[in-house]
């Protein structure tokens, strides 16, 4: 049996899923997810910080 192009990104991505929130309950997956969406700003906001401070320098 051969597999299609999309058939393989399926499998791929569930396999993907399942390595990352396999052991978890739904609570926890949505915790995790807004963690890494609070995570992911903060580190903007350092950035903006680290930018603004070197650009105001010179």
Do not use: I
């Not at 791929?12 to 739904?26: C, F, N, P, S």
């Amino acid at each position: 049996m051969r597999r299609t192009l999309a058939q393989t990104s399926v499998c791929a991505t569930w396999h993907r899923w399942m390595a990352q929130y396999g052991g978890m309950k739904a609570d926890d997956a949505m915790r995790l997810k807004d963690l890494e969406r609070e995570y992911a700003r903060l580190k903007k906001v350092v950035a903006d910080q680290l930018w603004t401070s070197t650009c105001s320098r010179s």
